[in-house]
């Protein structure tokens, strides 16, 4: 049994995800992979809690459903006033997990690698902003640095980009990565008002408060980017070229559909450009999705087109990617 | 720049194509991956040629276009009239790549893993029957064995299962694995009779001469038996349960138009189940493929559904997952 140990960075909706998935299946864990996953520190943006022998998730989880903060915690546990930061350089574990939003987390991740910790991340401007640095000293120091779930949640694209087709050459990829754009959409076209699409996806925690990243399409950017990334080189985020959904009226909508299409925001990728826009598509055309689903195209030399679709939000469907990634580096790292 | 040597075993249609894509893409190999990939041998149905510095492809291609067979090849090279057995005994190389339809290759596929060399395959028969054996013999040796190519030829369904989704448990997946039928189907949906789709698929050397293995669904029950023994375990053939399309008529297909459905050779896997048969869908089912493109649908308790689709035959597509896996061979393998 190979042990490995996790430091849990951001403990929102996908951190619990994560650490119910860890403490669900840690059986099916030890069982498939011979891989004892064990929590050592827990960080919220309140505080730390950290205990080198593992932390009981159950216990952890309950806290946080009831308290709604780690600094409430009281009994066995020691709570530090630790960030994230500190966390990477203090405790003792074997991978990192940033599960926060924190903008300025590349930081802390190039921290951590250059401690030989593997860095898993969800966390997108890191990926988007510093990739060529995270991923040049990932490999100058010989640990993974992953974050399928920073595309399409646990939809296997950015494993399917890295880890499979090697023989082929991607030309272009087109793909519609922001749920709740395609969402409020879909209410549009059962004859909502944009202004009522939006309301409904905010009450059902699809849409932020402040919308504006999914709406203006900044989202299906970051995320084209961190394709491009991959399939190309690293892409200045600065000159994607960017438009929302914002000024896509009922009308449209609504002739849209008579004529049999539908409207969906597209995100392109090619060599050299990141495009996002708002694409009328016939309604049985692969990206033509429906709901929180994602769906990428990938066209490359050899094998022409090739479609995966699935899940693109959702806390067990994001907690997927970043355990699997979890997985894969306690896998490939050698000395842990 | 690492170097690699092959010994390709079969140079039929597969074989020619996974030659004019290390030919065509050596460069790009070398780019990307370091990795300098040199054929050592080359094995036909009449003789083997072999020449340890590498043998040049573009003049392997041209003898094989013009004269049909490798024994022909005069002037440079020596012919021998070695085996796939011999082959792998006898030749020095880090990877064998079988693009035979020998249904007996296990013994040779074992005996090459003993000697520690990797082994590539797009020959469905010994992944289907020997899969435990292999698998454990390649565990034990501590050398890769591939076989991307045996199920929805380069598109990466076996990636995905095999070097993805970590998290999930995979509950069941659905497929339309077998491009043959589906073109015969499409047929009969433009008002063709089985007879006359079938001739057709024949022409165009969809089908082949003799067609039942495709028709009756033994080939989609290979596969489906494939993806059985890496999402679950190892699976006796035996006991699949296999119904062909050799019963549709015409009528029912007619009948399917009007209702909005079409039938398809749907292969269903679950733990300790493997199904092929016949079912009607709605046009709109992510089953409901056209042509050649096979589909995978994979439901699974984290991720729920997740569908990929792409090229299920052809020579380039195919060559894409035997060359994919040669790359993932060679990247894998330390000794090399």
């Known amino acids: 049994m190979k042990e490995v140990s996790l430091s849990l960075i951001g403990f929102g909706n996908v951190g619990k995800g994560v650490a119910e998935v860890i403490l669900n299946k840690n059986q099916y864990f030890k069982e498939k992979y011979?891989?004892?996953?064990?929590?050592v520190s827990i960080t919220d943006s309140t505080a730390t809690i950290w205990d080198p022998e593992g932390i009981d998730l159950k216990e952890a989880l309950e806290i946080k459903r009831s308290f709604g903060s780690l600094k409430f915690w009281g009994s066995e546990y020691?709570?530090?006033d630790l960030k994230p930061p500190d966390v990477v350089e203090e405790v003792e574990s074997d991978v990192i997990v940033d599960v926060t939003n924190d903008k300025n987390a590349a930081d802390w991740?190039?921290?951590?690698?250059n401690n030989g910790k593997a860095?898993?991340?969800?966390?997108?401007?890191?990926v988007v902003f510093r990739y060529r640095e995270l991923l040049e000293t990932a490999y100058k120091k010989n640990v993974p640095y992953l974050f399928e779930?920073?595309?399409?949640?646990?939809?296997p694209i950015i494993s399917l980009l890295r880890n499979a087709l090697f023989a082929d050459s991607v030309e272009r990829i087109w793909g519609v990565l922001n749920g709740t754009t395609t969402f409020i959409l879909n209410c549009m076209e059962e004859g909502m008002s944009f202004e009522e699409a939006l309301k409904k996806?905010?009450?059902l925690g699809i849409a932020e408060r402040d919308p504006s990243n999914?709406?203006?399409?900044i989202d299906a950017g970051y995320k084209g980017v961190i394709l491009h990334n991959i399939a190309f080189h690293p892409f200045d985020f600065k000159k994607a070229s960017i438009e929302g959904i914002e000024r896509i009226s009922e009308k449209e909508i609504q002739e849209n559909i008579k004529k049999g299409t539908v409207t969906r925001l597209v995100t392109l990728v090619e060599n050299g450009k990141v495009e996002v826009r708002p694409i009328k598509l016939p309604t049985n055309h692969p990206l033509a999705v429906k709901g929180t689903s994602n769906v990428a195209l990938i066209e490359s030399d050899l094998l022409g087109e090739l479609v995966i679709k699935g899940a693109g939000a959702g806390v067990k469907e994001t907690a997927s990617g970043v355990v699997s990634d979890i997985i894969r580096a306690s896998l490939e790292t050698k000395h842990l």
């Open 34 to 39: 011979g891989l004892d996953i064990k929590v």
């Open 119 to 126: 860095v898993v991340t969800s966390n997108k401007p890191p």
């Open 109 to 113: 991740h190039l921290k951590a690698l």
């Open 149 to 155: 779930a920073t595309v399409m949640a646990g939809t």
């Open 201 to 203: 996806a905010q009450e």
């Open 214 to 217: 999914d709406i203006g399409g």
């Open 78 to 80: 020691d709570i530090y």
